[in-house]
């Protein structure tokens, strides 16, 4: 067999993103499955963000939560490898008193 004529198939996996406020305006959209090609990062689901909606991350005005966890908490931040089935949500910042 020829190596070279080796077709190289690429597993995919499939990310829910959640929109959450005025993100949800902004994508007229409250969720939507991403498929990413496997071992992609948080840094690829922003870059489909940005093409997509031109929601530009990290953006002190959107909090970037992956699994219930904010995206900062991860050691390797947006270089965090994704996983068939995560979720992320976008929502703008709470406050309140």
Do not use: C, F, W
């Amino acid at each position: 067999m020829n190596m070279s004529s080796k077709e190289v198939t690429t597993s995919k996996i499939k990310v829910r993103v959640k929109y959450l406020s005025v993100l949800r305006d902004k994508t007229d959209r409250s969720e939507e499955d991403v498929e990413i090609s496997e071992g992609g990062t948080l840094a690829d689901i922003v870059s489909y963000l940005h093409g997509e909606y031109g929601i530009v991350l990290p953006e002190p005005q959107i909090l970037l939560v992956l699994n219930g966890k904010g995206y900062n908490q991860y050691p390797e931040k947006l270089e965090t490898k994704l996983k068939d089935g995560d979720t992320i949500l976008l929502l703008p910042p709470v406050s309140g008193g």
